[in-house]
């Protein structure tokens, strides 16, 4: 089918594209450090908070780019190889993500109750679940997320790039096995990191859907942020190997999140209201009453119901509209986030002085992580030019 397609020539980014970009996110990341940086002295437990939230958005969001890089390779995916190194140099950011985490591990007294908790008046401290929430399996269980995602992550896209080179098949065997690997290694990190950094800020919530949540989340806002970068990249006049049916086939993947989110997000909250258990409803009266009801309405109907409709259309996949809809889908995986983590600090209500001071850690780390991707940029390809199944990406249909 593919023997008589002209491989296109490869493209190498230059740097003097970028050139706006990269004073976006070095301003980004010095305003918002600074900021962070005033935030902490004034208040620490608001700081220890909405660095977390920052961290948990990129983390969750770089975790579903890393799943989308094992999918490809574990399913000998074709249509996706013209964008699959964009994927690669948005997953291998995890190698630095623990970097970010050290503010959180200076905090960890500040944010979890458990770490002081007395087992004697803590009846869930005092139980099974001490077995799981104590400091050497704490510490051991983050190193061993930031290990391990960011080997296997480093591991895929060190051997794309080198496949650009020698052409060798060894590589693409090699990057299918990592990637079956990766991805119940994803599953693993993903849950428990979930676990231990936001569901543990209250270590008396149980949720037995709350991976799978997370997990649809980071998916669906990881594909939002693909696209936008390869429109970046297309409009700088680059990758003009992705065509409209690369488009339409992203844009199915975004609304395939939007539906399985709202489908486990129902499913979690029907389950744990239904069962109406005091120690798993606490979660959502807190986020159903006073302002913080308002916003998750808002997280309903604008990450499910705003979307859905759009979504089912061809013509707004494959038109520069997907453009705005990957951008809403980024900012309702930081409501999401924000929703999750804030209103333990706040449980009364909406702080306006939460959610400014959220802006800060956010940006800062957007920025750090912005000015690593356009160094991955340069160092390589723009997309993978000896890769086996490259002629039929580059005609592929719907």
């Known amino acids: 089918m593919s023997q008589h397609i002209a491989v296109p020539n490869s493209e190498k980014f230059d740097a003097t594209k970028g050139t ?11 305003v918002g450090l600074l900021g962070a940086g005033v935030v902490y002295f004034a208040n620490k437990e608001l700081f220890a908070h909405v660095w977390l939230f920052a961290f948990m958005y990129f983390f969750t969001v770089l975790c579903g780019c890393f799943f989308w890089n094992c999918l490809h390779h574990a399913t000998d995916s074709e249509w996706s190889v013209v964008i699959r190194r964009q994927v690669e140099n948005l997953a291998s950011l995890l190698k630095y993500i623990a970097i970010f985490f050290v503010p959180i591990a200076l905090c960890v007294t500040i944010l979890y109750a458990w770490m002081s908790a007395d087992p004697t008046k803590d009846a869930a401290m005092a139980g099974s679940k001490s077995l799981y929430l104590n400091k050497p399996f704490f510490w051991f269980r983050a190193v061993a997320f930031f290990a391990l995602l960011g080997a296997i992550s480093h591991i895929l896209r060190k051997r794309s790039v080198a496949q650009d080179h020698d052409g060798a098949a060894k590589h693409t065997f090699s990057m299918r ?6 991805i119940p290694t994803l599953a693993i990190c993903l849950t428990f990191s979930g676990i231990d950094w936001m569901k543990a800020l209250n270590h008396h919530w149980f949720s037995t859907m709350w991976g799978v949540y997370l997990f649809a989340g980071a998916a669906g806002a990881s594909m939002a942020l693909i696209v936008l970068v390869v429109s970046w990249l297309r409009k700088l006049g680059y ?3 992705v065509n409209d049916e690369h488009y339409h086939l992203m844009g199915k993947f975004l609304l395939a999140f939007t539906v399985f989110w709202a489908y486990i997000g129902f499913s979690q909250y029907m389950l744990i209201t239904y069962a109406n258990l005091d120690e798993e409803t606490f979660y959502f009266r807190v986020r159903n009453t006073g302002t913080w009801n308002y916003f998750s309405h808002l997280l309903v109907f604008g990450r499910f119901f705003f979307m ?3 979504l089912l259309f061809q013509g707004l996949k494959k038109s520069k ?3 705005f809809t990957a951008v809403w889908i980024l900012a309702m995986q930081f409501l999401d986030i924000f929703l999750i983590i804030i209103p333990e600090l706040k449980p009364h209500g909406f702080s306006f002085s939460a959610a400014l001071a959220a802006i800060f850690p956010w940006l800062g780390i957007g920025g750090c992580l912005g000015l690593l991707f356009l160094r991955h940029l340069g160092q390589g390809y723009l997309f993978p030019t000896k890769d086996p199944r490259l002629a ?3 005609k592929a249909s719907n």
């Open 20 to 30: 706006l970009l990269r004073s976006v996110f070095s301003v980004a990341a010095a």
């Open 177 to 182: 096995l990592w990637a079956i690997l990766g």
């Open 239 to 241: 990758l003009s190997v």
């Open 308 to 310: 859905f409709v759009p």
């Open 321 to 323: 509209l997907i453009n």
């Open 392 to 394: 039929g990406s580059l």
